[in-house]
């Protein structure tokens, strides 16, 4: 008799063979989706150490902005340019 009634079987997601960046330092689990990244050769955002360049298999994730690489970036606050209670931003 099967008394675990609330058990739901999930579905299994399509996966397919996903280019990713994947982090060089020893230890370090960093990973992104090449088409999440900003940048054309991104670092970790875990500890800062450059990515190399795999492939994957992934679940299907479909990302709506098509190119974050070309997308323009925000401006860059540098430290030291702003007063306390105030922020003032420097295009650089």
């Known amino acids: 008799?099967?008394?675990?009634f609330r058990?739901?079987?999930a579905e299994e997601l399509p996966k397919e063979d996903t280019p990713i960046w994947s982090c060089t330092k020893e230890g370090c689990k960093?990973?992104?989706?090449d088409n999440f990244a900003f940048e054309s050769?991104?670092?970790?955002c875990l500890c800062l150490?450059?990515?190399?360049s795999e492939m994957r298999?992934?679940?299907?994730l479909v990302n709506s902005n098509d190119?974050?690489?070309?997308m323009k970036k925000g401006v860059q606050i540098k430290p030291g340019s702003f007063k306390a209670g105030e922020l003032v931003?420097?295009?650089?």
């Not at 931003?89 to 650089?92: L, S």
């Open 89 to 92: 931003a420097q295009a650089d």
């Open 41 to 44: 050769k991104p670092v970790c």
């Open 49 to 52: 150490s450059p990515m190399v």
């Open 67 to 70: 190119d974050l690489k070309a």
């Open 7 to 9: 058990k739901k079987y």
């Open 57 to 60: 298999m992934l679940p299907l």
């Open 30 to 33: 960093g990973w992104m989706r």
């Open 1 to 4: 008799m099967n008394l675990n």
